[in-house]
């Protein structure tokens, strides 16, 4: 004759609690790190385990990875530790993510616990904050006579996260850029009819919460200064010449 297995309540037999198995009484909470720091993630259950937790991540694309130990991720930069405690209350599962990409960006973390009864975490999402990145931070280097008309562009690969505005903030030598033949335009700056005046070190300011990018590129004289001073030293001569 076959006995049917009856859960008791009894405390001095077995719970009801033990029978059902664990309960996560902590899901993984929204996260938001810098690409290159770390951000922890946790989840708690309401008993005492000594097998670890399952960490699964999935990136913005829909692709898995599963954490169970201290490792290094696909990506080969992200590096994953595991941590298990035991409370009064039960135990806490933590997943800390160091030296982040921001491939994770848009992901999600979630845990599995496996105790005889296999219960599952809601997801957490993670948000990834990183730098605008440029083709090329350096422009070429202008020469000008006066009386020119020219565009100098950049190539803005990827505006970050949070994205950065267009167009950026121009400086020319350090103060801001206020000049009625430089004109700014979303990827750029317009020159039009310019004068030596103009000279300069251009640069733009791309800037979020995640840190800044800068491009930058020089105005200069067509004239090499030796040839100017020649010329200088030479109308001076004939200034002093007519005085005379």
């Given at each position: 004759?076959?006995?049917?297995?009856i859960c008791l309540?009894?405390?001095?037999?077995?719970?009801e609690?033990?029978?059902?198995?664990?309960?996560?009484t902590?899901?993984?909470?929204n996260?938001?790190?810098?690409?290159?720091k770390t951000?922890t993630f946790?989840c708690a259950?309401d008993?005492?385990?000594?097998?670890?937790?399952?960490?699964?991540l999935t990136d913005?694309?829909?692709?898995e990875e599963f954490v169970?130990?201290?490792?290094?991720l696909?990506?080969?930069?992200?590096?994953?530790?595991?941590?298990?405690e035991d409370?009064a209350?039960?135990t806490?599962?933590?997943?800390?993510l160091?030296?982040?990409?921001k491939?994770w960006?848009?992901?999600?973390v979630?845990?599995t616990?496996?105790?005889?009864v296999?219960i599952?975490?809601t997801?957490?999402?993670?948000?990834?904050y990183?730098?605008p990145?440029?083709?090329?931070?350096?422009?070429?280097?202008?020469?000008?006579?006066?009386?020119e008309s020219?565009?100098?562009?950049?190539?803005?690969?990827?505006?970050?996260n949070?994205?950065?505005?267009?167009?950026p903030n121009w400086t020319?030598?350090?103060?801001?850029?206020?000049?009625?033949?430089?004109?700014?335009?979303e990827?750029g700056?317009?020159?039009?009819?310019?004068?030596?005046?103009?000279k300069?070190d251009y640069?733009?300011?791309?800037?979020?919460?995640?840190?800044?990018?800068?491009?930058s590129?020089m105005?200069?004289s067509?004239f090499?200064?030796q040839?100017?001073m020649i010329v200088?030293?030479?109308?001076?001569?004939?200034?002093m010449?007519i005085?005379a």
């Amino acid at each position: 004759m076959i006995f049917p297995i009856i859960c008791l309540s009894l405390t001095l037999l077995i719970s009801e609690t033990s029978c059902s198995g664990p309960i996560i009484t902590e899901d993984p909470s929204n996260s938001s790190v810098i690409e290159g720091k770390t951000v922890t993630f946790q989840c708690a259950v309401d008993l005492n385990l000594t097998t670890p937790a399952n960490w699964t991540l999935t990136d913005a694309n829909s692709k898995e990875e599963f954490v169970t130990t201290n490792s290094t991720l696909s990506d080969g930069e992200t590096m994953a530790a595991v941590i298990m405690e035991d409370t009064a209350s039960g135990t806490v599962f933590s997943l800390i993510l160091s030296n982040i990409l921001k491939n994770w960006n848009e992901g999600s973390v979630k845990c599995t616990v496996n105790d005889g009864v296999t219960i599952m975490s809601t997801p957490a999402f993670i948000t990834v904050y990183y730098p605008p990145a440029l083709e090329r931070m350096k422009g070429p280097e202008i020469k000008i006579e006066g009386g020119e008309s020219f565009n100098v562009t950049f190539n803005i690969t990827d505006l970050g996260n949070p994205p950065v505005s267009l167009p950026p903030n121009w400086t020319v030598d350090g103060s801001t850029l206020e000049n009625n033949r430089v004109t700014i335009i979303e990827y750029g700056l317009q020159f039009v009819d310019v004068l030596l005046d103009d000279k300069g070190d251009y640069k733009a300011l791309f800037a979020n919460k995640a840190g800044n990018t800068t491009f930058s590129f020089m105005v200069n004289s067509g004239f090499p200064i030796q040839v100017t001073m020649i010329v200088m030293s030479a109308l001076l001569a004939f200034t002093m010449a007519i005085l005379a």
